[in-house]
């Protein structure tokens, strides 16, 4: 992997980002891209780095910690976490990334606030997956009590909740991603309205496959790898 070879990619993601944004009347710099390095050597982190992309997501705890290590500090590059955290792994990832995208029951987010207090974190900026499709093999809050967890996460201390993040069906089928991203961005809307103390400034959604529906439907960061890094 070469700074060209991303370089040159980013630019062609970045032009179908503006059409999709130019078709839904939005502004394209409201859209930020989350490189997801996962599955892709340090070298990825460092090329990531040195085009000024400023954030890398990573699924799993263990292989961000490898990573860390090995890279030692990267200035200027925020973690996500943007796979399912086992609440035995809590501690691990919030000492290790800036911001938890994957929180997905106010049981982890509880867990979450209280290991903020016992290592004297400042806080820790999350965001709560919600689960729109219902899809069982799916992580998130189901849409029906979305409002009501976002509620009580925001309630608890050492939490900062950014907003929402979702994960549409892996499918190419328009009809059935649209829908998924038009109710999480309803939800995310409703949120800032009724829930107290949330903001809501990112909707998190939108992949390789998907990225440039997610942006009609209103996304503000999209999780990109394939597309962006190439295959694993």
């Known amino acids: ?4 070879q991303v370089e040159a990619r980013l630019e062609q993601v970045r032009e179908r980002i503006e059409a999709a944004a130019g078709r839904a009347g939005r502004d394209p710099d409201e859209v930020e891209i989350l490189p997801v390095t996962k599955g892709h050597s340090v070298r990825a982190i460092e090329v990531v780095a040195e085009l000024g992309l400023g954030r890398i997501g990573e699924n799993r705890v263990p292989e961000a910690e490898v990573k860390r290590s090995a890279l030692g500090a990267t200035p200027g590059v925020a973690w996500h976490l943007i796979g399912r955290l086992q609440r035995n792994k809590a501690r691990r990832a919030a000492r ?3 911001v938890i995208e994957s929180v997905d029951s106010v049981r982890l987010a509880a867990t979450l606030s209280r290991i903020v207090g016992e290592e004297g974190l ?6 709560v997956q919600v689960n729109p499709s219902g899809e ?3 992580a998130g809050v189901d849409a029906g009590n979305a409002m009501e967890a976002v509620r009580e996460i925001c309630a608890l201390p050492g939490l900062r909740v950014r907003g929402l993040m979702t994960m549409a069906p892996f499918t190419d089928d328009e009809a059935v991603l649209r829908p998924v991203f038009r109710t999480a961005a309803r939800l995310l809307s409703r949120c800032r309205k009724e829930v ?4 809501g400034e ?5 992949m390789s496959n998907d990225f440039e529906i997610a942006v009609e439907e209103g996304s503000t960061r999209l999780r990109l790898g394939t597309v962006l890094l190439g295959e694993r």
């Open 1 to 4: 992997m070469t700074n060209h």
């Open 96 to 98: 290790l990334f800036d």
């Open 122 to 127: 400042e806080s820790a900026e999350v965001l």
């Open 136 to 138: 069982t093999a799916k």
């Open 196 to 199: 107290q103390g949330f903001k």
């Open 202 to 206: 990112v909707l998190s959604m939108g």
